[in-house]
Nanobody, 116 residues
Framework: QMQLVESGGGLVQPGGSLRLSCAAS????????MSWYRQAPGKERELVAS???????NYASSVKGRFTISRDNIKNTVYLQMNSLKPEDTAVYYC??????????WGQGTQVTVSS
């Protein structure tokens, strides 16, 4: 019933751009803080960006100025606009929904590969 579905990943050259989307269903989307995490091979999952229900945003230092997180509470979708992509951005990107005192949700992930 509760579902997050990521899309928009793919192969892109260094310096290129991608926009990831995460479509939510089955819960009160507007009440949840939404985040993008990523996990590269052999590394732990790390927080990339988050946006609260009040649309306050936070970014990892490694992506600040290049990535932008946004949300559309009508479409129940969170986005991650990724510009000036670097090879070190290569990872599986996961969408997360979190609300204090409530169950958290994870998507299945979408692969982003930055390579020439």
């Amino acid at each position: 019933q509760m579902q997050l579905v990521e899309s928009g990943g793919g192969l892109v050259q260094p310096g290129g751009s991608l926009r990831l989307s995460c479509a939510a269903s089955g819960f009160t989307f507007s009440r949840y803080a939404m985040s993008w995490y990523r996990q590269a091979p052999g590394k732990e999952r790390e927080l990339v960006a988050s946006i609260t229900s009040a649309r306050t945003t936070n970014y990892a230092s490694s992506v600040k100025g290049r990535f932008t997180i946004s949300r559309d509470n009508i479409k129940n979708t969170v986005y991650l606009q990724m510009n000036s992509l670097k090879p070190e951005d290569t990872a599986v990107y996961y969408c997360n929904a979190d609300r204090p005192g409530w169950q958290s949700y994870w998507g299945q992930g979408t692969q982003v590969t930055v390579s020439s």
